[in-house]
């Protein structure tokens, strides 16, 4: 795999986020456990990536170090054009709010809310008025048309998750993170939130980002990554569920693939 290993220096328009030699490690001396070691990474604009690998590989970390909520032990991150590395409390906060979207297993809707509370809950919290325009065309990218003064009680799972998706998508960010999104529903629910997650790349321009164990959700992305042992070790465009299955039966077998 080739990897991009450019530090410092200017962004391009075509990189909505990078890491650059990124460590993270946990504890230290004989107790310090590496969940990221050295990896360089650059995720495209405008296009939906997964990112994969066994239990304990460091996907979910690299994720979290990408979206500005862990701090690296060493190493740089870009946002867009911003190193987030060097970036204090205040600013990164106020990044996080204003270019990352965030979609999780867990829905964490407002029970209390409608649906179109929920999704503008954000920016209501920010003082940022909603663009019309643009919350019209999430919500009915995401099929949530006729179920907008619905409250959390009242949706499916299914439903739910969208209400995530348009929450994460309309405050129009640089980048969304998933985090297993469709973790906790069934199948016919989960393909219907990715289907939507790849139709807010198609049809809206968004990035994404997923972190998946599930080859199926996988096969939606247009780039797979591959960790293990805290490494980047492989890459898979265009992916079908059965090449991101075989893919990881490799690790199963043989262990790290180099």
């Known amino acids: 795999m080739t990897e991009s290993r450019t530090g410092g220096g200017g ?4 990189v909505a986020a990078r890491a650059w030699q990124v460590v993270k490690a946990y504890g ?10 050295r990896v360089d990474v650059e995720i495209a604009r405008g296009a939906f990536t997964a990112i994969m690998g066994p239990s304990g590989s460091g996907k979910s970390t690299l994720m979290h170090c990408l979206a500005g909520l862990d701090a690296v032990t060493s190493g740089q991150i870009w946002v867009g054009d911003t190193e987030i590395t060097s970036l204090k409390d205040r600013k ?18 407002l029970p209390t809310l409608n649906a179109l509370e929920n999704i503008t809950l954000p920016m ?35 439903q739910q998750q969208r209400v995530a998706v348009a929450r994460a998508l309309a405050s129009r960010p ?10 906790n529903l069934d199948s016919r629910a989960g393909a219907e939130v990715l289907g939507f997650l790849r139709r807010s790349v198609d049809e809206l321009g968004q990035t994404i980002v997923m972190v998946t164990h599930d080859p199926v959700a996988a096969a939606y992305a247009d780039r797979v990554l591959y960790l293990a ?3 980047l070790v492989d890459e898979m465009w265009r992916p079908t569920a059965e090449s ?15």
């Open 11 to 14: 962004e391009s328009t075509a």
């Open 28 to 37: 230290s001396g004989e107790t310090e456990v590496v969940a990221l070691d």
């Open 92 to 109: 990164l906060t106020r990044l996080r709010r204003d270019k990352i979207g965030f979609i999780f297993q867990a829905f964490n809707l």
């Open 124 to 158: 209501d919290i920010a003082g940022v008025r909603p663009d019309r325009e643009w919350l019209d065309r999430v919500v009915s990218t995401v099929g949530l048309s006729g179920r907008l003064k619905h409250r959390p009680s009242e949706l499916s799972g299914g």
């Open 174 to 183: 640089e980048i969304i993170f998933g985090d297993e999104p469709t973790g």
């Open 229 to 231: 042992d805290g490494r």
């Open 244 to 258: 991101v299955l075989d893919r990881m039966k490799a690790f199963d077998t043989f262990g790290r693939v180099s």
